[in-house]
């Protein structure tokens, strides 16, 4: 073991999704896995550390913030600051910002700044803020996802079952093993779990191979390409909030739940931790979507309206006067309308003298 190699802090466990092969779905898996912990009642922290910010933007918080888990990577603020709401309680996000992209190269001077994420997280009290934490990485492993897997205390590996991501996944699994003999003596693999499943001959083969090769560290229930997916990303909620009783919404639950039967080594989990009951609360969450609106004069994004959730049941010590209240949506209004109509109608007669012309 490397002489850099240092106790496991007093963090709460920390999972972090990655694959070394992007287009498995590795960010749909980190925002639905963390919702769900949230719907069963854990309190959640999301980090996005994937400088394209797909997870932050799949809440609706776009544009990216101008501060967030680069901050906090480098050390330049707590973590208090620069939460952010997801609009769900218990699920609390350190939104990606545009200055991760510089980070690489500002990590790699340090000898030692694979550890620096560990360091922040721990000295500025992320067990205040969550009982465990979800990290998106980055589809590279660069010095950004190496701070994440010394960070986290377990992976969670999204693998499409193709031929391709099949190699890609050994190579992660290498990977992964060499972070794990050299940094963080206390990383482990919490499961690989098969997306995008289409259901072909060709994948049922992979998929048949990938649980020859690693045995249980295949989780049971597969996630299917699911066009509720695109239609999520598309409103700024997860698919599991969008559709919890369709075919990706339920096999996230059941991934979830899971994992929490992996990270509880065999005890068994509390009650209330069961299927059914975060089904009953994502569909509550489900019919609160009206609080989503599109913003016509701002960002494309739909953003949530925290006041929708002032009577919403608390987790524990879940408060939301710890995160720091969105801006609340635009409603449309009559006159806005009208105008829109009006353009409309301008736009078309200039067309048709075009055509005409």
Not at 36 to 50: P, S, T
Not at 102 to 109: H, K, V
Not at 220 to 232: F, G, N, Q, S
Request: aromatic fraction near 6%; include cysteine.
């Amino acid at each position: 073991m490397s002489g850099t190699d240092i106790a496991a802090p007093a963090l709460p466990p920390i999972i972090a999704v990655f694959n070394h092969k992007g287009g498995v779905a590795k960010t749909t898996t980190a925002a639905n896995l963390a919702t769900c912990l949230a719907a069963f009642g854990l309190k959640v922290v999301l980090i996005d550390l994937d400088a394209q910010g797909n997870a932050t933007a799949g809440f609706g918080v776009l544009p990216l913030p101008a501060v967030g888990s680069y901050d906090v990577l480098l050390g330049n603020s707590e973590i208090e600051p620069v939460l952010a709401p997801s609009g769900f309680p218990g699920l609390s996000l350190l939104p990606a910002t545009t200055d991760l992209r510089l980070a690489e190269l500002q990590l790699a001077t340090d000898e030692h700044s694979h550890l620096q994420l560990r360091k922040s997280l721990t000295e500025h009290r992320l067990s205040r803020w969550a009982d465990i934490a979800v990290i998106d990485c980055p589809p590279s492993l660069g010095m950004v996802t190496a701070n994440a897997l010394t960070a986290a205390s377990h992976v969670v590996i999204p693998a499409r079952p193709d031929p391709y991501t099949h190699e890609g996944l050994v190579n992660t699994w290498h990977e992964i093993k060499r972070l794990k003999e050299t940094v963080n003596s206390r990383l482990t693999v919490a499961g690989i779990l098969l997306t995008m499943v289409t259901g072909d001959a060709t994948e049922t083969d992979v998929a048949r191979t990938m649980r020859a090769e690693f045995g249980d560290v295949v989780y049971k229930v597969m996630v299917e390409t699911d066009p509720k997916v695109v239609e999520a990303a598309q409103a700024g909620v997860p698919v599991v909030v969008l559709d919890p009783d369709g075919a990706s919404g339920r096999a996230y639950v059941a991934a979830t739940l899971e994992l929490l039967t992996r990270l509880a080594a065999g005890q068994p989990l509390p009650d209330g931790f069961n299927q059914d009951s975060v089904l009953n609360t994502l569909r509550e969450w489900r019919a609160r979507l009206p609080a989503l609106q599109r913003r016509p004069t701002e960002s494309e994004a739909w953003a949530a309206v925290p006041k929708a959730w002032d009577d919403a049941e608390p987790h524990d010590d879940w408060t939301p006067e710890r995160l720091t209240p969105a801006e609340p949506a635009r409603k449309f209004t009559l006159g806005w309308l009208v105008g829109a109509f009006l353009a409309g109608l301008a736009l078309g007669a200039g067309l048709a003298l075009t055509i005409a012309g």
